[in-house]
């Protein structure tokens, strides 16, 4: 039994991914409020005692980007200032994670960045869920927890629709992500090997593995264009069956790939609720499943001083 009271607060970013977690802990959301200002400005308030608490601060880092990480900055500032005992930053959605080193002279290391502000105002513990670089673990001198989505969308295609099915990984840099899917379900794997012309587009040059008569699977950590849905066709091509399924944790999903999934060839895109989806975004071919057991899991074992390493992504 811990000493020290837990208490569950969130930002703006997800509430109801934070409402769920609160659910399955069976506790209340910590009271708080974020109010912006007309010149654009961001104001956070505590609106109760947290003296001696733990605290874990529920809010992922997605668009608008750079207000929910200067929501979250201000949130942990005004915890130190209140005397908690510990504070916990949750952010099922990293930002800047795909910005983690170098690819050109005079670049910012922007997940390094991110993580020095987290560690300088006093966080200590930060939990993300499969990060886009991995080694963004190394940049804290704080516990981190890197845990993974892979259990909780690959329990969706567990039944026996999927016996001939293949996972399918869209680059050689997923295909450590896409074995852990590939373990877990007993199924063969694909790579699918690319050239990327920008940030948002992507041809497929060639295809390693036996695809021919079976169900892709196409897994990834984030959807954001969706250059990953332009790389279908070639699936169809080298003979898989014309109804791809994509099992992808953050759906960021910009305009573009909400348009992409008119694709006749795309049977469901699933992804978890790390961030928020508004009704805008909304697609009869997305299926959202919850992240917020796991993560309830985690902050009572963290809490209660209890082990986590059977949940936490390894590689």
Do not use: W
Not at 88 to 109: D, L, S
Not at 183 to 188: A, D, F, K, N, V
Request: charged share 20%.
């Amino acid at each position: 039994m811990s000493e020290h009271p837990l208490h569950l607060f969130s930002g703006t970013a997800n509430r109801p991914l934070a409402e769920k977690i609160a659910e399955c802990l069976g506790v209340s959301l910590g009271k708080c409020t974020t109010t912006r200002l007309p010149d654009t400005e961001i104001h956070v308030q505590i609106d109760q005692v947290v003296r001696g608490e733990d605290v874990f601060l529920i809010q992922p880092c997605s668009a608008p980007v750079n207000e929910h990480l200067m929501e979250l900055l201000l949130y942990v500032d005004a915890f130190r200032r209140a005397s908690v005992h510990s504070i916990t930053a949750v952010i099922p959605y990293f930002p800047y994670a795909r910005q983690e080193r170098m690819t050109h002279g005079r670049e910012a290391i922007s997940a390094k960045v991110v993580a020095t502000m987290l560690e300088t105002l006093g966080v200590n513990r930060v939990l993300f869920v499969d990060v886009h670089a991995p080694a963004i673990q190394g940049f804290f001198n704080i516990p981190v927890d890197p845990l993974s989505a892979i259990p909780t969308l690959a329990e969706r295609f567990s039944g026996e629709e999927f016996r001939n099915a293949a996972i399918v990984s869209p680059d050689v840099g997923r295909a450590k992500l896409a074995g852990r899917y590939a373990e877990i379900l007993g199924l063969p794997l694909v790579v699918m090997h690319k050239r990327r012309d920008s940030f948002e587009s992507a041809k497929t040059t060639h295809i390693v593995g036996d695809i021919k008569g079976k169900i892709p699977i196409v897994i990834d950590d984030v959807i954001a264009s969706g250059s990953v849905l332009t790389q279908l066709p070639a699936l169809v091509e080298a003979g898989a069956e014309p109804r791809i399924y994509l099992a992808i944790t953050h759906p960021v999903l910009l305009t573009k790939a909400i348009e992409r999934l008119d694709d006749p060839l795309i049977e469901k895109l699933v992804v978890t609720d790390t961030i928020y989806v508004p009704p805008e975004k909304q697609h009869p071919k997305l299926e959202i499943v919850s992240i917020a057991p796991l993560l309830a899991d985690v902050i009572e074992r963290i809490h209660y001083n209890r082990s986590i390493s059977s949940l936490l992504r390894l590689t």
